[in-house]
């Protein structure tokens, strides 16, 4: 199992950016993240997938964020981040850190095992 800790959250105007960051407990080459990501849950709603990235570095985005969000692994660091620009306040919810061991890499909730425990974004008008 991985341990993930998420950090960076917190409130910014329409707009604004922020920089979330997940520290993993494993390498970022080992085979128990080889499908890394960000989730995110609103309140009232499911979690949804937001963006992945796998051993070979290759990202998937929800159409709701690509061009603005953008996610990368330090691998020195063992660490996911992932970087929020122009956000509005549709983009507010509770971000999760994941991770997986399968080589398959997508944005559904499910197929990721090991779930940090969430750094809040709040997004004013």
């Known amino acids: 199992q991985v341990q993930l800790v998420e950090s960076g959250g917190g409130s910014v105007q329409a707009g604004g950016s922020l920089r979330l960051s997940c520290a993993s407990s494993?390498?970022?080459?080992?085979?128990?993240?080889?499908?890394m990501g960000w989730f995110r849950q609103a309140p009232g709603k499911e979690r949804e997938g937001v963006a992945t990235?796998?051993?070979?570095?290759?990202?998937t985005y929800a159409d709701s964020v690509k061009g603005r969000f953008t996610i990368s692994k330090d691998n020195d660091k063992n660490t996911l981040n992932l970087q929020l620009n122009s956000l509005n306040p549709e983009d507010t919810a509770m971000y999760y850190c994941?991770?997986?061991?399968?080589?398959?890499?997508?944005?559904?909730?499910?197929?990721?095992?090991?779930w940090g425990q969430g750094t809040e974004v709040t997004v004013a008008t």
């Open positions: 994941a991770a997986d061991r399968s080589f398959r890499c997508g944005l559904t909730v499910t197929d990721l095992a090991d």
């Open positions: 494993r390498p970022a080459y080992s085979p128990s993240t080889r499908c």
């Open positions: 990235i796998n051993y070979e570095h290759s990202t």
